[in-house]
């Protein structure tokens, strides 16, 4: 079974530039989730997708961050315009139901760097 | 609201040596508690998880924990770790009444020869 897939895996951007992330989850997945993972600490949900509905986008700082899951599957996350303090790793995960009790499976993330 | 301290940034320990990572939690509800690794370089994965049932609960590569309710903890522990258990570990909470998983701030075990 293949697991979560994320690209790019590195992207180094200049501040105020925009970038996207994609992800594609494991195939049969319900939930999608995408999270914020600072420098030494641990990971932060910024939105939750049951199918192609936003479940929970309560940490999403919106004025700047979006993310769509199209027909339920793939999802992309995009920032614009980007600041120094969005320098982390986005982690996407998926699980066949939702939280709290079910198992996320999570891809090897995106390390974003703003210059 | 709902929170997870990990009690220590790094523990170091030499190899074929007993670890125990600690974890506290804070919910007035009923939690489910998850313990994730993250090698470098990669994703979280998960270790082992409690949702109801015996309060000790065994994961893979050898870990175990202990859910006390009582003390609000869910402590990680290796009878003997291995160079390849040097990694990030994540001690995290969830409840249907918050509907999302809560994590700690994570704890380094770095593994000597």
């Known amino acids: 079974e293949a697991g979560v897939a994320q690209s790019p895996r590195y992207k180094i951007i200049e501040k105020r530039q925009s970038v996207a992330f994609w992800c594609n989850p494991i195939s049969g997945h319900a939930t999608l989730y995408w999270y914020q993972q600072i420098l030494g600490q641990g990971p932060k949900l910024l939105i939750q997708?049951?199918?192609?509905?936003?479940?929970?986008d309560s940490q999403l700082p919106k004025d700047r961050f979006s993310a769509e899951r199209l027909k339920g599957v793939d999802s992309t996350l995009k920032i614009q315009p980007a600041k120094l303090e969005d320098s982390a790793v986005y982690l996407c995960a998926s699980s066949p139901g939702g939280p709290p009790a079910d198992t996320q499976y999570f891809g090897p993330g995106t390390r974003l760097t703003v210059l | 609201a709902q929170s997870v301290t990990q009690l220590d940034s790094q523990v170091p320990v030499f190899e074929e040596a007993p670890v125990e990572l600690r974890c506290n939690y804070s919910s007035s509800v009923s939690v489910y508690l998850f313990w994730y690794v993250q090698y470098p370089n990669q994703g979280l994965q998960l270790l082992l998880k409690?949702?109801?049932?015996?309060?000790l609960v065994k994961g893979i590569n050898g870990f175990e924990a202990e859910f006390n309710k009582s003390q609000t903890s869910f402590h990680l522990r290796k009878p003997s770790v291995h160079i390849s258990d040097t990694a990030e570990y994540f001690c995290a909470a969830g409840s249907y009444n918050t509907d999302k998983l809560i994590f700690g701030t994570g704890t380094r075990l770095q593994v000597f020869p």
């Open positions: 409690y949702l109801s049932g015996s309060t």
């Open positions: 997708f049951q199918n192609n509905g936003v479940v929970d």
